[in-house]
């Protein structure tokens, strides 16, 4: 794969935090994209198309996670990733 690296920072708003069953959408809708993607939360990067380790990214309200997509659907991979965290968020109970 080639292309430069898209990063878009997500910060976790829902007072629930971020949790197994959004990371595990998160990595189901990762994988129907052919470019890399990584998700970073302090220092700590993982294979963000893997459900096992996208459970190491369970967060806390506050918490920001650096989404980066790198190959040829870069741009869309990351606006539907993005938009997708930020839904998944919306619908949770307040």
Request: proline share 7%; aromatic share 4%; charged share 20%.
């Amino acid at each position: 794969m080639s292309g430069e690296t898209l990063r878009q920072i997500v910060r976790i708003v829902s007072p629930n935090g971020l949790h197994l069953r959004p990371l595990t959408a998160f990595a189901q809708r990762a994988q129907q994209f052919e470019s890399r993607i990584a998700v970073t939360k302090e220092g700590r990067s993982v294979d963000g198309k893997s459900p096992f380790e996208m459970f190491l990214m369970v967060s806390p309200p506050g918490a920001e996670l650096i989404i980066e997509a790198t190959g040829p659907d870069a741009q869309t991979a990351l606006d539907t990733l993005t938009a997708l965290l930020e839904e998944i968020q919306a619908e949770e109970p307040q």
